[in-house]
């Protein structure tokens, strides 16, 4: 102690030198990174193949039924595979990146100390009319998981809009804004549709026409001439979003006007007559059993109030009453503090 | 002759390698997606069912010249993703599911169903295929598949709930995990929680809870499905992603690869270790003595073609969830390598969500 004492000079080198070995640690390259600057140092040379060698492979049926590669596969044969598989788009951002992803995964197995430059010389010489632009998309990705990782605490305590914008800020430093937008794309799209749905949740007195002509403004901005086909395969996804939306402006209409509103809204998203038929009919079941379901808690009500109505027997009965084959079911909700009737119906989802 | 047709069918030297990246078979009846807690696109901010780029895995590429999307699906595949509330036992969870299923069969116009589930949807879906039977009056569901679900409790859950090293507060400790969501109103985090723990968490708070007693009521059963089938996931510590915080600094790592009868550690999950926390025995949230649920089935990659699902041959079936056999507990046959969270949507990782869930589409389609 004394030593130090004598000599403060030493301890403030010392105490300096751990601070700065803290911070390289701290902050030192990734793996990945590290073999990203090496591949960027030196020339990065295109490795040779034969052309003509190029698609020939055989294969197996899996047991699943699927056909399989026979042994193991050849430059040239992954380079058959990789413009096969991927070269119909390769021309779109997203396309490079996903195929991108797919050589990283075989080169980290292959190759787990030099995967970075595998995936170069591959997708370089499947493709090498795109070299450059597949190597700056291999380097951005690399540096963009990097980051994320690093600062994924970070990122999960922040909340969903903040957490989108420095996501998005990082993205167009990192991939470029265009190409960024490209990548993510469908991801943009679905956001902008959810800022949409919460609008329309905030939106008091605006009647249900003109949320739903918001909703379709929306759609036709961000999915253009995809927009039908975008609304059809998430059909029921967006019809539950907009019944959730607008929950409250259905629960304050008269049962007419609910009925003619859950018709105007499932036909907005697509559903044809057949489909609102079918639907009349499941509406019309849904407030059977809710219109059971409320006369069971009433009269479980009064049972409980008379001396021995809490009795299981008595529950049994009363619930075999109502429920019948579902009896069983409820009663074990029940035990688990939950009774499904107990709360006010959400209107066209239950 | 016989012998060399049934060669030549079986080894095809082919030089149109176009063959081997053809798209997943399309499944007879739609496909619907179940997520586990929290969830949907509230997973820590990012996509449940999508790849790290927020594309659905099962959006088919049907339009012309159409990229964000499942190129290794058929065209014309149907799926559908369930919302349901992020923190809520999985009786609650359950019925909504059926209810989504229920609009979602009456919008397509279809009779059956298949289901799959991640973590908690993979016992939501056996619910909501008990209540789908029940309001029918015949089977609706024909194949149920989970994925790194507790069918059999998870010590995590008991460990937040116990308030051990490392949480202060339950709700806290899942939002950590899982996400704001929790937040919300409609959410009880108590009651999602407690249904991850095997056996009845309180015997003095007058409700029957955990996942023992949900298994007897949402059993494995032909009646409500034709086939059940589940995956199993578990990651050593340094890989798992550091929203399972209990793992990754070091509180607590689950030994999940025991056998007994029930919960004899009281450990939350049925089960017990076998004496080693750090090996390939759980996926930071659920040990792999609680994931099997009918039969195990394999996820087959494969280099740059399409990866495959095969039922593991050598596990059985588990059809009496409560009591799985020692083998169906402790084999690490047909594990993926992956953490809990690397089969859905939450980046960085090197899954390919997109290849495994097109080799699930292909799975059922040879089943439905």
């Not at chain 2, 596990?315 to 047909?334: C, D, E, H, I, R």
Request: proline fraction near 3%.
């Amino acid at each position: 102690m004394n030593f130090f004492k004598s000599k403060p000079w030493l301890t403030g080198i010392l105490i300096g030198a751990s601070i700065g070995l803290l911070i390289y640690w701290l902050n030192r390259d990734s793996d990945a990174v590290r073999q990203l600057k090496a591949l960027e140092r030196g020339p990065r040379t295109m490795r040779e193949y034969q052309e003509s060698e190029v698609e020939k492979i055989r294969y197996e049926m899996s047991e699943a039924g699927t056909k399989r590669i026979v042994g193991d596969l050849t430059f040239e044969q992954k380079l058959a595979l990789l413009r096969d598989k991927w070269s119909k788009h390769i021309d779109k951002g997203y396309m490079q990146i996903k195929m991108l992803e797919e050589v990283m995964n075989l080169c980290k197995k292959e190759r787990p100390d030099d995967w970075v430059a595998c995936t170069n010389e591959l997708v370089g010489a499947a493709f090498p009319q795109l070299g450059d632009k597949l190597f700056n998309q291999l380097s951005a990705l690399v540096r963009y998981n990097d980051w994320l990782s690093r600062h994924k605490d970070k990122l999960d305590k922040m909340g969903r809009k903040d957490r989108q914008k420095l996501l998005n800020e990082m993205r167009g430093k990192l991939f470029g804004e265009e190409n960024a937008k490209d990548i993510w794309a469908n991801e943009i799209r679905v956001e902008a549709v959810r800022n949409t749905l919460d609008d329309m949740k905030e939106a008091k007195g605006k009647d249900l026409s003109t949320k739903l002509s918001a909703l379709k403004t929306t759609l036709n901005e961000v999915f253009g001439d995809q927009a039908k086909a975008y609304v059809e395969r998430h059909q029921q996804e967006l019809t539950n979003a907009v019944m959730t939306a607008v929950q409250d402006d259905l629960k304050a209409l008269t049962p007419t006007q609910q009925k003619h509103a859950l018709r105007t809204i499932r036909s907005e998203m697509g559903m044809d007559k057949a489909a609102l038929e079918r639907w009349d009919a499941l509406d019309n079941e849904r407030q059977n059993r809710w219109a059971t379901g409320k006369n069971y808690l009433a009269e479980r009500e009064k049972l409980a109030a008379n001396p021995g109505g809490n009795s299981e027997a008595a529950l049994n009965e009363l619930r075999q009453k109502y429920f019948g084959a579902e009896a069983e079911a409820i009663a074990t909700e029940e035990a688990e503090g939950f009774y499904r009737y107990k709360g006010e119906q959400r209107i066209g989802l239950e | 002759m016989r012998k060399l047709s049934t060669i030549s069918l079986l080894v095809l030297a082919l030089t149109a390698p176009a063959m081997v990246s053809a798209a997943a078979a399309k499944t007879t009846y739609p496909v619907v997606f179940a997520h586990g807690m929290a969830g949907f696109d509230d997973l820590l901010g990012y996509d449940y069912w999508g790849d790290d780029y927020g594309v659905f895995v099962g959006d088919p590429c049907d339009a012309l010249l159409e990229v964000t999307c499942n190129g290794n699906i058929n065209s014309g595949q149907k799926a559908f993703q369930t919302q349901t509330y992020p923190f809520q036992s999985s009786e609650v969870r359950g019925l909504d599911v059926a209810n989504q299923v229920e609009a979602y069969m009456t919008s397509q116009g279809v009779s059956y169903i298949n289901l799959v589930g991640h973590s908690q949807g993979g016992l939501d879906i056996r619910k909501a295929a008990k209540v789908l039977y029940q309001r029918k009056g015949r089977q609706v569901v024909k194949v149920l598949i989970s994925i790194s679900s507790p069918h059999r409790g998870s010590p995590v859950a008991k460990y937040i709930l116990d308030l051990k090293p490392g949480v202060t507060n339950v709700v806290a400790a899942l939002a950590t995990i899982f996400g704001n969501s929790i937040y919300r109103s409609g959410n009880d985090a108590f009651a999602g929680a407690k249904q991850l723990v095997y056996n009845d968490y309180s015997a003095t708070d007058g409700l029957t809870t955990g996942a023992k007693a949900f298994n007897v009521n949402n059993p494995v059963s032909a009646t409500y499905a034709a086939y059940y089938g589940s995956f199993v996931t578990a990651q050593t510590g340094v890989s798992v992603n550091p929203a399972l915080f209990i793992l990754r600094n070091g509180f607590f790592n689950i030994d999940g690869d025991g056998y007994c009868i029930d919960d004899c550690d009281n450990d939350g999950a049925a089960g017990k270790g076998d004496g080693t926390a750090t090996d390939l025995d759980d996926d930071g949230l659920v040990g792999i003595n609680s994931q099997q649920m009918g039969y195990r089935l394999k996820h087959n990659s494969c280099t740059l073609c399409l990866d495959y699902i095969t039922q593991d041959s050598t596990t059985g079936n588990v059809t009496n969830l409560n009591a799985p056999t020692s083998t169906q507990m402790t084999s690490a046959s047909s594990v993926i390598n992956q953490d809990h969270l690397d089969v859905v949507g939450v980046p960085p990782d090197t899954f390919d969500e997109m290849e495994f869930y097109a080799a699930i589409f292909n799975f059922i389609a040879a089943k439905d």
